[in-house]
Structure formats: C-alpha cells, structure tokens
C-alpha cells in the first residue's frame, strides 16, 4: 500500500522545540500532513522514552499507535484521523563530536530499532557514554563508525542512516567538520549503512552528480521540531505497513517511492555567505574571493552547493541510472501566507488551512494530487495557480546561506499587488518572466510520465548494480617485538632506562616522560638484558595507569606483556592476600565489603543508630589511616589534635581538619569498638578495603617463607609516582627488595598532594638511608606544555621546591599566553567556561551557530569534547558546572574515585545476584540479577508487596531510567571479567570493590572532564580550567595565619593542575562566590600573583542588563522565517579581553 512516512522529527525534549511536541499532537499534525508513519524522536531521552512507554502501544510489526483514550481525542479534533490512525516508529537522532584525523568532526545520525526491548540496550550503552537527560537529540563524544556499531548491536533489525549529509556542520559530508565519503567516516562498517538523509538544502538531482553515492536510497524528512513542521519533507513507500517492510524498502529499493521535498533553495545552508554582512554568494564568486567574505575579511560559511562541487564528479544535470521520482513542494502555509501577504503564523492562514484540509483532504494530496478545480472551488484562484506553479516548478527562489532561510515565491509582486482573477487568467505571465535570475530547472520527475513511476524490474536492475561492499572486521595492529626499545629516547630518557642493576631513582618533571621511560625500561631488561618478564613487577596507584602501562608494553614486548605483573598497590596485596591470606586468618573466600555493609554490621553488633555507625565508621577509618597503619604512637596524635584545637578558626570560621575531623582521641572506648569490628568483619568473611596493604605487610613480615618467595619470584620492582607513596606502602617496597636491590622508583616531589591520605615527600630521603647506593637521574624536558604555561607553572613552585636547582625546559614554543579571567560571581564563573568551550569547539549544536553565540567564521576547531578539562580545589564547586554544562548539552564527566560498588544501584544488583542459586556462574547471577531489578521498576508496586521487611535493598523507586541504563551498560562492561571468576562471586565482589565508576566508563566516548585538582594528577588535557583561583579556596586554608607545609603542598597542587595543559591554560576566579552557606568577597590566589605579566592575558566578564529584542518584522514573502522569540534574561555576560 503506498503511504508517506516521515522519519526525522524531535519532541518538546530536545532544543529549540515547541512545548507541544507530544505524541498526540505529532499524531494529530501527522493526519493533518498526510504522513501514515512518523518517526518518535528523541526515544533515548528518559522522560520522552517514559512517555512512549505510556501513551503508544504495539501495532503492525515494529510499529505502534497512540491509546485508545489519546486517538479519539485526536479524531475530535480532526475528524480523518479515525480512518488514518498515525503509526509510530522508534527513531532518535543523536550528534557526535569527536577528533578524527587530527580534525573535530561533527557529525549527526538517525537511529531506528524494531521494538521497546532494542531501545532499551540501545539507551543502556550510550547511557555509559553521555548524559541523555540533557537533551532530546544527545550529544556524545563518540566515533561514528562506534556509534553505528553500538546501534547494530542494539538488535536485529536496527539500522541508522545519516542525517542532513550536506549541513555545513553536523553532517557526514558537510564543509565545515565532515569527511569527503561515508567510507571515511563509518569504516570498516560503512557497508552496513543503505540510505542517507539529504537534508533540507540539497535535492535528489544535486547528489545524483556523486557516483559514490549511487548504491544509497535518498531519503527526506521534516527534522520538525513543531508538530506543524511534519512533512514538510517525507519519503514515499509502496509496502506493507510495518517496520520490516519499511527497512527492506530502504535497503533494497523494492517499495521505496522516492521524496517529497523543499525546493533546495530554500534550505538556509544552499548557497555560501556570511549572514553578519548579509552577503550571498554562488560557488564561483567564493572561489574568486579566496573563501572571504568581501565585505569583512572573515571566512565565508561554505554552502551545500558549493560542496557538492567540490566532491562531483559528475556534471550539473547528470542523472544516475537508477533513480526513485522525487518532488519540490512548498508547504501549504506558506502557499497561504504568500497569497494573505501575511505571517504565516497567522491566525487567518490557520483558518485557511483548517478549511481547505477539511473540505479536500491532507496537505500532501492538495499540494500533489488535488485537481486544480478543487483547489479553485474550495479555496481560490490564487490557490490554484500557485499551486499549478509549483507542481510544475515555475517558482522563483531567492537561495538561503549561512543559517538564513531561503525564499520560495510562486508570484510577483505585481501580481499580488494587482491579486484579480482576469489578470491570472488572461495575462499570465510565463515562467521566464517570472523568475528571477537564479531559476533552476522544475524541480520535478512526478510530472514526467516516463519518469512518472519506476518498474519493479527497473527497481531489481538498480539493486543488482549496487557495489557489494561486504563487512568485514577491522585490520588487527599487530606490533613486532621492538628490536631496541631505546631507540626514540632522548638523551635523559636513556641514561635512566640504561640502569639495570641496584637502586634507582628518577626525578620525573610533568610532561617529562615518566611513564615512556618506564616502560621502555622494562621492554629494555626483557629484549635488550634477556631478564624473565615473569621476575618484573611495576606497581603504580590506580588502575587507569595500570592499564596504559599495559597498553604501551603490548607495543614494545607484545610477546610478553602478559607476563609482566602491571598493578597497583591494592592490587597487589589482595593477590598477595588471596594466596596466602589463611596466615593472617582471613577466610577462605574473604571478599572486600563496601562502607555501607560495613555500617550496617557495625549498627548491628554495637546496636547503634545508622547516623551513629556511619560517626563510628569514620573513626574507625581515621584510626587504622592514622596511628595503627604507620606506627604513629596514640600519644602523638593527641597531641597533633590538641595543638590542631589551639590554632584559630579558618577564614570561613572552621576550626582546621585535624581538630574538627573524626579522627579520635585513641583511648578504651576506641580500642573497643575497634576489635569488636574486626572481629565481627572477621566472623561474616569480610575485609576492610584499608586493610588490604596493611595485612599484606603483616603477612610479609611475620612468615619469611612466604616473603622470600615473593622476593625470589620478582627480581626487578618498578614503583610509579613514588612522591604518592604512604608508610604502608613504602614497608611493601621495602620487603619486596632488600638494600642493593634492583629497585627503580620515579616521581617528582613537587607534585607530592597526598598528604592527607599518608603520602609525604620525605620518603625520596629515606629512600636514600634505605639504599645508600642508589642513583639518581633526572628528566628535564617537558613535552607536554607550551613555554607561557611550563614558565609559569615553574615562577608558581619555586617558594615551595622541593627539588634543587629545579629546571624545566619546554620544547613546545607556542607562544600562547595563559588566560587569567575573573568573573562577577560563581555563576558567571562556570557560564565563561561552557561559552569557552563552545568557542573553541566551534560550536556543538545548530543554535550556537544560529543564535550567534559562536560566529559562523570560528566554527572550525581541532578540538573535541576530551581535550577539555575543568579542575577545582574541592569537590562542592562541581556542581554549578555540572549543571551549566548539562544545560549546553555538552557530555561530560565528573570524575571519582569512589569505589564502584559504593554506588546505590551496583550495591542492590550485587545484594540480588548474591541471593541466587550458586551453581549460576557470576556472569549468569549478574545477568538474572538485572532482568529481576528491571521487572521490579516496571511493576513497583508487585515488588514492594514481595518485598521482605529484612531486605536491605531499596525499594525499586529508588533507581530512574537513568540508574538502569547505568546498570545495564556496568553488566555489560564488566561482562568479560565477570566470565574469567567462574562460579567465584566473593572474587568477583572483592576486585569489583577495586574499581571506580572511571574503570567503566567507555573509552570510546569524548567528554568535558571535570576533576578535582587532586584527582588530575597523571592525566594530561590540550585545554584546562583551574577554576576558583581565590585566596582562601586554592590555597584553601584553614586559619589566617595558615602557613607552612599545608601552603607548601597547595602551592605544589596548583603546579599539578598548571601542568596538566597541553595548549591553552585558563586560571578562573569570582570576585564573589556562595561558599559554606555564605556570599563572599574573594581576591585573586597568591599563587596567580607568583607568575609574571609577561605570560598572562587577562580577561573579565562584564554583566550587562539584557533587554527584549525588538520585534522582528515577520517578512511577508518569507514565511519561512521565524521571528526572535528568546525569552529575556535578567543579565548576559559579556567577556572583555
């Protein structure tokens, strides 16, 4: 049967749409347009995904309609729809913006799944990914080729074709951020993709000169982001009503019936131009200026047309072989308004177009098929010649560029002003005198009876000459084993990785090489000193850097990788604990218990309230942090409290950490509670996450067997950021490798931030007393950064170096200066970093371009979402930047290092996977343990009725679509280790209990990174913001005379956070800022002051009144136009530089 389907619109959940774009609407204005199938939109969205849950139910195979309820309401309102009932099918279009091939591509795509359950997988993945609450159409930092992959695998059946190919950005062949063919963007899967969205700026015709594109179907749709908006483009099938159908139909071509479509001139990105100047230009006259605007200098935005030329290879006016018909039409309302010569918004022009639908039918059959008598009769003459116009395409157009709208016009102006019948019918003037200069051919194969219809052998033949690119697996890299791993070193690198034997130490400077010279030191023992990978160990202090020493080590000895022990400190003793853990009396399946198992047991044994246990818990922390893990006497921690207490409060009236902390005062009570703990700890199986290293070093000491098979086993120790060391951890090294033995450790006692967790610098002096012949080399060229931020982070460590004669010497030479930007408020603060962002990206969604807040001309960036980062002394100033950058769009993420099994929802779907039955393997728990916490958020009440009173999870209402999307993707990735434990599940809990929600975040994806300057250390980003550079807050002090080592170790963090930049640094601070209940002046951080002049450019946003744009005079001839409709703020920043 044949029908128009339109498979591109949005909902009221993504940007810039109308607060009406529900699903009865969208049903309704569907009938209205003559569209029988329409695209959902938006369907990853949590609240639009609840509402598609709730208001449409199954139809024909893969399609659904509106409830009973909502499709009378409809046909109330538009009597038709009763014998035209809308169907639904489950689309979204999502935009991608990441770097490939040292370019920022940005890049949309249109999703389709077959059902409810494809959908769901489809959200969990990209729920891993980026934030799906922000906006209807999801922005993520993801590859396109990942992208379409995650969609393959979302279901059989499901599909994504790309949208608006030619959008100057946004698109997969656009000018600004796209790729000259689909191969180069999609891959190894491009083969997989069997239609391409044409957009509103491009036509049939205009893509028909690109051989490459044959072997597509061509597709229009609306992208409405109003109900009104549907079918203003839509495709044509001649099937069977269903999914199915409709996929083959785009696949194959069999039952595809071509488009119906705007005149390409009037989509705003035809012709090239610079809108500020209101300049237009055809591709010749661009080329002639050198891709200037002639009247201001700036880079023109490069049009559709211009494009097209750039990749054809075919003349204007050729026709490929096989081709589906296609049809230029303008949209009734604005037919209507031409002739009123009024706004098509107007209520006149919606009167008229109520009318003419309910006397003559849908707009498409009026605007295609409706005789040109009823057209006369129900509406007028006018009517009825434009639309003969138009048919026939004898229009004149006045081509849109750089975001503005083009014009359509069926009449002139004189005959308008003249508007009687006699003139229309006796003085008709012919198509020629009609246009304007730029007229094009009639935009039409419907009229063309040879044309009129394409065989069904014609529609085989087209099929059977499409290439046959088959899918086939991407290249495997294979790397051969390094015949010198010392080639590529510099001369510094060398000399350290050239020392084999006895102690060494590296002095390590940011962006020196440490971890290069690290690995290629240990590829050196392997290749070069023929020593056992098996006798290597390398201990660093998260699993992120675990994993890219492996991942460098697999390029350098990728025959032996696998056999060289990489992990971290926790790693380490739980192996050592797992082994040997019996001698210390730990239980045989011991698994690590997460802080909220452990204030239940707590509350439970000592019969104390939640809030009691969580005061205990805490304590109880500070004590084995404290005294008992580094052998600190009790008397010398109360006398650290006492003298804590007699300090004065801070510049907030705090009192300092050590004296309002939880850290007690050890005496009876303390000791008692301590042992009942671990006893009851002891008793359920269960191990303390900070008892892992200090019952490793326990065993180790006590049973010398045990050590010295440790010591027999690893001949050569390599320890990573050694400033991060703690007592506990340095006693491991200790035993692990005896004086004169081969240790290597590298650090820089200048970034030595962990004072707080037992990290002190001093251990590079006690290194020294501990292995009296160790060397030392150090590394002093600095890769990473440019001259102004390596000079400038060198003047701000300098009061407080711990390294002698500290030298730094920076081979990047670009000679961009350090932006210190000072804000009115907090606010303003997070705005200037989203806005910069923006900026520098180029813009990540079409209103940055269309409203201006970033210039066309800058819109071209090499950057991508991960090359930004925003750092901050405490974890309380995330929030307003979170919040400013989920109103953006922007994908980010908030980086911790809790673990992950802290999290609520990972708690309850371990708590449910421990309750079944044991012969399940791990793989098989988690997996039932998710379908049974999916059936209960789909029926909270049923589960809360079977819940039992002594169920420690929550209730199901407790976790949104987001937290199961979360979950879904946490199974999903953790599926592969959770297959290597087996039937283990204390196994799998403990190492679980070792990652962070980092751990599982997709490598794949580009996002924003928001981190609290601590956590920044070892990573390394092209563009930072060090946010909140005011006394008080970095430093953060806790007293007025606050001096001393504490200032010593903020100043060293702030030289972490300044050499975590690449390319550009920006040093934020708010003259005012809300803090600790309170709004306060602030001045500018001492450690900004340290730097000269000389490597600063400052900056300051101004807040100025923002007042109501005048009301923009509809244009009477452009209907098209939309007037300014942005709701007035109180305030808009404005950056002055």
Known sequence: MPFYADLHVHSKYARATSGDSDLEHMALWAAKKGVAVLGTGDFTHPAWFKEIQEKLVPAEPGLFRLKADLERWCAEQFPAFAQHATRFLLEVEISTIYKKGDRTRKVHHLHYVPDLPAAERFIARLSGIGNLNADGRPILGLDSRDLLEITLEAGDGAYLIPAHIWTPWFAVLGSKSGFDSIEQCYGDLASRIFALETGLSSDPPMNWRLSQLDRFQ?????????????????????????????????????????????????GKYHLDGHRACRVRLEPEETNRHGGLCPACGKELTVGVMHRVDELADRPDGAKREKRTPFRSLVPLPEVLAEIHRVGVGSRKVADSYERLIASLGSELFILERAPLDELRKAGSTLLAEGIDRMRKGRVTRQAGYDGEYGIIRLFSDDELTRGNSVSLLFDLPRAAAVQSANVGQASSLFNSPAEERTSEKDRQDACSTLPSLSLHEAPAVSFPLCSDPLAGLDSEQRAAAEITAGPLLIIAGPGTGKTRTLTHRVAHLVTNQGVAAEQILAVTFTNRAANEMRERLEK???????????????????????????LVGLAEHFRIAGEAERRALLGEKLKLSERKAAQW???????????????????AVRREQEAARAQPADAFGEPPPAARGPRALPNGEDQLVLDAYDRAMRERGWLDFDDLIRLAVELLENCTDVLAQYCDRFHHVSVDEFQDIDARQYRLVKLLVPPGGNLCVIGDPDQAIYSFRGAEPRFFQQLAADYPTVRAVQLRRNYRSSRAIVRGALQAITPATLVEGRVLEALNADATRIVVHESPSDKAEAEFVVHTIEQLIGGHTFFSLD????????????????????????????DLFCEALARSGIPFQRHSHEPLTEREAVRTLLAVARELAGELTVADRLKTA???RKADLRNPKEARKVKSERDPRPSPSAFGDSEFGFLSDFVFRISEFAQSCGHDFARFESESALCSDEDLWDPRADRVSLLTLHASKGLEFAVVFIVGCEDGLLPLRFGSDDQGAHLDEERRLFFVGMTRARERLFLSRATKRLWRGQLRQQVVSPFVNAIEQEFLERSKTLLTPRTKPDAEQLDLFNPSRRSGNRAAADVSPRTLR
Not at 251 to 262: A, D, I, R
Not at 617 to 622: A, D, G, P, V
């Open 556 to 582: 350098l000895i990728p025959a032996s990788t696998d056999r060289v022990l990489v992990t971290t400190f926790h790693g380490l003793s739980y192996g050592i604990l797992r082994e040997h853990g019996r």
């Open 218 to 266: 061509l597709v229009s749709n609306s992208d409405a982001h109003s109900p009104g908006k549907i079918g203003r483009e839509a495709c044509r099938f001649d099937c069977a009503l269903d999914y199915w159908a409709i996929r083959h139909a785009l696949e194959t071509g069999h039952g595809y019936g071509g488009t119906v479509e705007f005149f390409p001139e009037e």
């Open 851 to 878: 409203s201006a807040r970033v210039e066309t001309g800058e819109a071209r960036s090499d950057y991508s979402f991960s090359d930004f980062a925003v750092l901050y002394r405490t974890d309380a100033q995330a």
């Open 930 to 932: 998710l379908d049974n």
């Open 617 to 635: 818990l805490k304590r109880i922390f500070e004590l084995k942090r404290g005294a008992r893990a580094a052998g600190v006497p009790f008397a």
